[in-house]
């Protein structure tokens, strides 16, 4: 089904974008204009491979068309190849139970017995004492690009071996890291997707990445972001409340996406 913007819905939608993402980015912008490097709002450039610029491209979406622009517009042209296997990780990952009890340690194990991976931050602990951390806390760690990050002598300690090939089957809800990929998700399926639900899992994607380093082993106060000492019962009480409200809003865009990926897939 085919849906038809005026002129000044098309050009509201756009702008509304534009300075949306406009106001998240200005930060990064201006830091690489000048070649500063930032340890926490980089991932997001770096990581994740779409750049401020392709963010800020508007697309409504497929089966949507300018009333008086009929010719072909590039979201209607067929899916990507990858669609059906991100829409399928997407569903599975929405029907498991989510899991609150990693406390990020994700990013301890990334350090365990070795160099810090952000030499310029000091660890909160030292490193004898994130390496306590680690060994004395159990790691649950089920998502696969993260644990690909952790140091040899941490990979043993983690309860479970996440693969690509089992991504799939291990996927949750609960996790930080799968929750920001909803952002990976939603812009490998752009433009075909509406770009406003794009920019919304990059909302989310960024506000996950502080908390993921507010509870990392680093002391990052000179960004002026508190720690999360997951170290305390305390603070792994603060990271799973924190957890499970981003949950929650993941599972709503995960919904999102599933709903106008399947639509694009026909």
Known sequence: MTEALTREEWTARADAHHARVDAWTAG????AARGEKHPVEDFLFTYYSHRPSKLRRWS???GVLLQEYEQPQPWNDPPPVRAEWIVDLLEKTARREPAFGCFGLHEWAM???????????????GEKGTDEVVQQLPIRCSHHDAFRFFTPPARSLNLLQPTREDQAALEQGGCLHANMDLYKWSYKLSPWIASELVAD????????????????????????????????S???A???????????????????????GRRLLG
């Not at 990064?28 to 830091?31: D, L, S």
Request: aromatic share 8%; hydrophobic share 40%.
């Open 28 to 31: 990064h912008r201006e830091r």
């Open 60 to 62: 409504p979406g497929a």
């Open 111 to 125: 350090v365990f017995r070795d160099e810090p991976r952000h030499r310029e931050w000091p660890l909160r602990l």
């Open 201 to 232: 899992c990059f909302d989310l994607a960024r506000r996950v990445r502080v908390l993921d380093m507010r509870a990392s082993p680093y002391d990052f106060r000179g960004l002026g972001l508190s720690a999360v000492p997951i170290e305390t």
């Open 234 to 236: 305390a603070g792994r």
């Open 238 to 260: 603060v990271y799973a409340t924190a957890q499970r409200g981003f949950a929650e809003e993941g599972a709503l865009l995960r919904t999102r996406l599933v709903e106008q």
